[in-house]
């Protein structure tokens, strides 16, 4: 019997995102606390990694702990500036990016991890003081994404970036377990 978890239990060690059919004002709390409280646990799991511990993989063929928080920081900022546009704009379409070669770029790919997570604790402190401040019917209000060709709520949006936060905290986690065993 084979030892390694199968490749999709490596990609989504949490599972798919599965957005609740009805989403309710506990699941806007628990969201929120999570973006609120992200950059923190994310420092405190990341603070002491040495050099090694940095290019550790998640997966075979996956990215290394490091290329995950310079993407958090990316996808992040795209995040917040998708609800500013969706906050702003009636029904906007939004820009994707293609966060693979992002990954591959010198920025995306450094040893020192500062400017990332300093990125990642300033936007998610002006994204929690929108979200802290968002009016009922804004949640409803929707921005068309084109690389899967439908509308997303607010609301929706958070929930997305929830599991995201803990999707790549459990790639990093499991990166730790693995200990560079698919760095081959």
């Not at 995306?108 to 003081?129: C, N, P």
């Not at 979200?131 to 068309?144: A, F, G, Q, V």
């Not at 970036?161 to 790549?168: E, L, T």
Request: aromatic letters at 10%; charged letters at 30%; a negative charge.
């Amino acid at each position: 019997m084979n030892s390694i978890p199968k490749i999709e239990k490596l990609k989504f060690p949490i599972g798919r995102f599965a957005c609740p059919e009805e989403i309710t004002k506990d699941h806007l709390e628990i969201w929120k606390k999570t973006i609120r409280e992200f950059p923190k646990e994310l420092k405190n799991t990341t603070e002491n990694l040495s050099a090694t511990e940095k290019n550790w993989k998640y997966r075979p063929d996956g990215w290394s702990i490091k290329q995950v928080i310079h993407h958090l920081a990316d996808s992040h900022i795209n995040a917040l500036i998708r609800l500013k546009l969706t906050l702003t704009e009636d029904t906007p379409v939004i820009r994707p990016y293609e966060e693979a070669l992002w990954a591959e770029l010198t920025d995306g790919d450094q040893d020192d991890l500062q400017s990332s997570l300093k990125i990642i604790e300033g936007v998610h402190e002006r994204w929690s003081a929108i979200l802290e401040n968002l009016k009922e019917n804004d949640w409803n209000r929707m921005y068309y994404h084109p690389q899967h060709q439908r509308l997303f709520s607010v609301k929706e949006g958070l929930g997305i970036y929830h599991w995201h936060c803990k999707h790549h905290l459990a790639h990093i986690e499991q990166a730790f377990s693995y200990k560079g065993a698919f760095n081959f």
